[in-house]
């Protein structure tokens, strides 16, 4: 036993830190600058290459919520009007700020955002309980959402965590695009869950259905039925991403 207290004082603590000021690797494709001004006039080269139509001209916009973040339109853009950045903070309360359709700093995204509401963080603020649903996704999300427990992120320390039954939970966080084999047990998780409650959707095919958008074997008339307090882009989450967002969204 003596030994155990040794090793785990050697170990220290590995979680990161500061989340708010943690960084992730340059490689990782987050928060895009789009400048219409280095748009040639007939090109349409990233348009027709976006698999999910997130791009669209006059002005150009790119829709991260629809993004997949595979970089293609940034590799074929001649004079670079679309550049992804490695900045992960891009959490938001309104589906309408993940359209970018002019050159954003971060401040400026960071300051529209998220929309504190009182109501939650006089619920919320120091404890949320989160029932997560694969409705149909590659896996991906969840796997990135597994992460945000783990030693390096520990969203548990901030009163955060998982919980097996919507009967324990505070918020109903969606990932996939919402199978039709999935959305009556989707809807059976939220009237299980105890009123009042958040529902996030996490990752691309949560937020518009993704790459399966226009299959028809999804089934997303929950989202119209249901107010969605939080949208976390990605493809897949970041937990950097995950946890920044439902910390802002918590007054956190």
Do not use: W
């Not at 029932?131 to 959402?145: D, H, I, K, P």
């Not at 390096?152 to 918020?171: E, K, L, Q, T, W």
């Amino acid at each position: 036993m003596l030994n155990f207290f040794k090793v785990r004082i050697n170990h220290g603590s590995q979680a990161i830190k500061d989340i708010k000021k943690a960084t992730v690797n340059d490689m990782h494709r987050g928060f895009p600058v789009v400048d219409e001004a280095f748009c040639l006039e007939k090109c349409e080269d990233c348009i027709n290459c976006c698999p999910t139509g997130a791009i669209s001209k006059s002005p150009l916009s790119l829709d991260i919520g629809k993004c997949v973040f595979c970089g293609e339109c940034e590799r074929l853009c001649k004079n670079k009007a679309i550049q992804f950045t490695n900045y992960h903070k891009i959490s938001t309360t309104d589906r309408q700020n993940l359209i970018i359709n002019k050159k954003l700093s971060y401040d400026d995204f960071n300051n529209n955002s998220i929309k504190i509401r009182k109501d939650i963080i006089k619920i919320f603020k120091r404890s949320l309980k989160i029932r997560q649903v694969s409705c149909g996704g590659c896996n991906a999300c969840e796997m990135e959402l597994n992460a945000c427990s783990n030693v390096n992120f520990d969203m548990g320390r901030f009163g955060i965590d998982i919980v097996a039954s919507p009967r324990h939970s505070d918020c109903i966080l969606i990932t996939g695009p919402i199978t039709e084999n999935m959305a009556d047990a989707l809807e059976d998780t939220y009237q299980c869950s105890p009123n009042p409650k958040i529902v996030i959707l996490a990752g691309s095919c949560a937020i518009s259905g993704g790459m399966f958008a226009k299959s028809n074997a999804i089934n997303r008339e929950f989202l119209a039925k249901y107010k969605i307090d939080l949208y976390i882009p990605g493809c897949p989450v970041h937990p950097l991403t995950v946890i920044n967002g439902i910390l802002g969204l918590l007054g956190r």
